[in-house]
T-cell receptor, first 114, second 116 residues
Framework: AQSVTQLGSHVSVSEGALVLLRCNYSSSVPPYLFWYVQYPNQGLQLLLKYTTGATLVKGINGFEAEFKKSETSFHLTKPSAHMSDAAEYFCAVSEGGGYQKVTFGIGTKLQVIP | GAVVSQHPSWVICKSGTSVKIECRSLDFQATTMFWYRQFPKQSLMLMATSNEGSKATYEQGVEKDKFLINHASLTLSTLTVTSAHPEDSSFYIC????????????FGNGTRLTVT
């Protein structure tokens, strides 16, 4: 079975500061990993994904994440936070591609302080 | 990019009535769609996997007779909450995966259901 753990349900950063949202996963097979962002009363938007190949993946809005197999981690980072980054972020894992089920973490709410 | 349209965005209904929520993939075909429920300040809980032309696969603990899913075409899945009760009030989100290998989920904007 697969699972996702997001450390920190709330993270606050100052505008311009580094954003680091932590995600650890467990999977019995090589995973596909995703980060999604959700704004209030909206669906989820894909930020980035890792499937195979390069372990550092870049996504939209300046976000990136690095797949570290030895640490079973897929932390999300952004060098400089912007006010518009305030949202809820979900890490997700899928055991392989195709139509496998996606399991979501509990989410991390990011607050950006001016 | 791939767009999933979900309708309505919000609905208020009386206890005992039924509510239908539609999920459409606008510019791609989706053999498989997924229905999630999100409680306040919680993650998404997968309710069921909707398969075009066949019965939906429900997750453990989800009442299939209460949450009816129909996936009649490659671009449309519907979720009907039957005999709704206040405890069914929630945020329901659908998602769809393009019919190709390694496709991420594309999400609708969700439906806020309030049962009075």
């Amino acid at each position: 079975a697969q699972s996702v753990t997001q450390l920190g349900s709330h993270v606050s950063v100052s505008e311009g500061a580094l954003v680091l949202l932590r995600c650890n996963y467990s999977s019995s097979v090589p995973p596909y990993l995703f980060w999604y962002v959700q704004y209030p009363n909206q669906g989820l938007q894909l930020l980035l994904k890792y499937t195979t190949g390069a372990t550092l993946v870049k996504g939209i809005n300046g976000f990136e994440a690095e797949f570290k197999k030895s640490e079973t981690s897929f932390h999300l980072t952004k060098p400089s936070a912007h006010m518009s980054d305030a949202a809820e972020y979900f890490c997700a894992v899928s055991e392989g591609g195709g139509y496998q089920k996606v399991t979501f973490g509990i989410g991390t709410k990011l607050q950006v302080i001016p | 990019g791939a767009v999933v349209s979900q309708h309505p965005s919000w609905v208020i209904c009386k206890s005992g009535t039924s509510v239908k929520i539609e999920c459409r993939s606008l510019d791609f075909q989706a053999t498989t769609m997924f229905w999630y429920r999100q409680f306040p300040k919680q993650s998404l809980m997968l309710m069921a996997t909707s398969n075009e032309g066949s019965k939906a696969t429900y997750e453990q603990g989800v009442e299939k007779d209460k949450f009816l899913i129909n996936h009649a075409s490659l671009t449309l899945s519907t979720l009907t909450v039957t005999s709704a009760h206040p405890e069914d009030s929630s945020f329901y989100i659908c998602s769809a995966r393009e019919d190709r290998e390694v496709s991420p989920l594309h999400f609708g904007n969700g439906t806020r259901l309030t049962v009075t």
